[in-house]
Nanobody
Framework: QVQLVESGGGLVQPGGSLRLSCAAS????????MGWFRQAPGKEREFVAA????????YYADSVKGRFAISRDRWKKTAYLQMNSLSSEDTADYYC????????????????????WGQGAPVTVSS
């Protein structure tokens, strides 16, 4: 039904910045919120940031608070993740997710709250 296409990943130097994009497309669907998660090799997928679509509230993991910013373009049905002051600890595959079902919980840092996932965007922070 809905597809999420991510872009913007790549190699960046420590202290640098990168912006990821996640565009939703497909048939008729509603967006109730979008989020970003990341998964480093050998680690579990962890919450990064989330943005309820109908609100201005944003949520961030403590590890990225103050460095990352999630935003949206409602017309383009796109979410962004601006990543600043990157370090090697940020190296991971970054996945965007969308909540398309109104029913169910909206615990934004919980992967089970989302209905569709992007393909993942690799981010490598290295000199």
């Amino acid at each position: 039904q809905v597809q999420l296409v991510e872009s913007g990943g790549g190699l960046v130097q420590p202290g640098g910045s990168l912006r990821l994009s996640c565009a939703a497309s497909g048939g008729a669907f509603n967006i109730y919120g979008m989020g970003w998660f990341r998964q480093a090799p050998g680690k579990e997928r962890e919450f990064v940031a989330a943005l309820p679509w109908s609100a201005t509230t944003t949520y961030y993991a403590d590890s990225v608070k103050g460095r990352f910013a999630i935003s949206r373009d409602r017309w383009k049905k796109t979410a962004y993740l601006q990543m600043n002051s990157l370090s090697s600890e940020d190296t991971a595959d970054y996945y965007c997710a969308v909540k398309t079902q109104r029913s169910g919980s909206a615990i934004w840092n919980n992967p089970s709250s989302y209905d569709q996932w992007g393909q993942g965007a690799p981010v490598t922070v290295s000199s």
